[in-house]
């Protein structure tokens, strides 16, 4: 009988280790343009991760693992500056990656929960440029919850949410020039690399489903704001805090406050019929150059 257990826990332990996987990323560094549509919209300098080469993304492509997984990300980078590729309480690797050169960060993925990369170089600039994106750990067995034997959800949304200061940073960063950190008015808010007309037209930020089904709403906050996000229609149950799971999820009345390079998930249920936005509640934030409502918004729709 002993050997039978002794048997079967050795198996139960190939069956943990055949679960993991490896799981191999690549991002290259470059210069870029991200254009918001609409009335207020406008063509702005970036600097962005991009799953290829010349073709930076606002936010940088979503990597997404299981817990236990064993990853590898490798980052090149093609500006003529120094950066470098920081997953905030994942990685400790700081150094820069010169320009031309690359690096490759190996880990073991952490528990499940929502996280967020960047570059921290540069008094901000860097990141408030465009370098920036999610890194999202799944439970081991790649279930519908949030966390292994956590709560479940039908759907899952990634909200990365971030501002940009288009005269003062922007522009000048991209030409060179010398940026006054200790001034910042971002002009551009987004969602998803998008202003929210563009937002509520995107069916991979909007939270669509059917009565009764649940979205997982990962928010990224990347940006050097704090942004307060509104939803209409219901209330929420929130999971985690900044990667700290909540003992007990509990009922949040309509709005979250989700401070600057942290990250907060919640646990939407649609249970009225209707179509309802989502927006920061700032009146700032909530337009392109002052033009509501292309700012950081999005909706919520019952199909």
């Known amino acids: 009988m002993i050997r039978k257990l002794a048997l079967y826990a050795l198996l139960l332990i190939g069956q943990s280790t055949a679960e993991a996987a490896v799981r191999n990323f690549t991002l290259h560094i470059d210069n870029g343009t991200l254009n918001i549509t609409g009335t207020g919209g406008t063509s702005l300098n970036v600097w962005g991760y991009g799953a290829n080469q010349g073709l930076p993304t606002i936010p940088a492509p979503k990597l997404v693992v299981?817990?236990?997984?064993?990853?590898?990300?490798?980052?090149?980078?093609?500006?003529?500056?120094?950066?470098?590729?920081?997953?905030?309480?994942?990685?400790?690797?700081?150094?820069?990656?010169?320009?031309?050169?690359?690096?490759?960060y190996s880990f073991t993925a952490p528990t499940a929960g929502s996280y967020l990369?960047?570059?921290?170089?540069?008094?901000?600039?860097?990141?408030?440029?465009?370098?920036?994106?999610?890194?999202?750990?799944?439970?081991?067995?790649?279930?519908?919850?949030?966390?292994?034997?956590?709560?479940?959800?039908?759907?899952?949304?990634?909200?990365?949410?971030?501002?940009?200061?288009?005269?003062?940073?922007?522009?000048?960063?991209?030409?060179?020039?010398?940026?006054?950190?200790?001034?910042?008015?971002?002009?551009?808010?987004?969602?998803?690399?998008?202003?929210?007309?563009?937002?509520?037209?995107?069916?991979?930020?909007?939270?669509?489903?059917?009565?009764?089904?649940?979205?997982?709403?990962?928010?990224?906050?990347?940006?050097?704001?704090?942004?307060?996000?509104?939803?209409?229609?219901?209330?929420?149950?929130?999971?985690?805090?900044?990667?700290?799971?909540?003992p007990t999820p509990f009922e949040q009345w309509d709005t979250i406050n989700v401070p600057p390079m942290s990250t907060a998930e919640v646990l939407y249920t649609i249970n009225q019929y209707g179509h309802y936005p989502m927006h920061v509640h700032t009146a700032q934030a909530e337009g392109a150059n002052g033009v509501y409502l292309n700012g950081a918004a999005t909706m919520i729709d019952m199909q």
């Open 66 to 104: 299981n817990e236990g997984d064993t990853v590898t990300i490798t980052v090149y980078n093609h500006r003529s500056a120094s950066h470098n590729f920081v997953i905030k309480n994942v990685t400790t690797d700081v150094a820069a990656i010169a320009s031309g050169g690359s690096k490759v």
């Open 117 to 246: 990369y960047s570059d921290t170089l540069n008094n901000n600039i860097n990141r408030e440029m465009g370098l920036y994106g999610a890194f999202i750990v799944r439970p081991a067995d790649n279930s519908n919850t949030a966390w292994t034997g956590g709560p479940s959800y039908n759907n899952e949304n990634v909200w990365v949410v971030s501002e940009m200061d288009k005269p003062r940073w922007n522009d000048v960063a991209s030409t060179g020039g010398t940026v006054a950190t200790a001034t910042y008015k971002p002009n551009y808010f987004i969602i998803n690399g998008q202003g929210g007309f563009d937002a509520m037209m995107n069916m991979s930020t909007m939270v669509m489903g059917t009565l009764n089904q649940k979205s997982l709403v990962r928010i990224v906050n990347t940006g050097q704001f704090s942004h307060s996000l509104h939803f209409h229609g219901n209330h929420f149950q929130v999971l985690t805090i900044n990667g700290v799971r909540q």
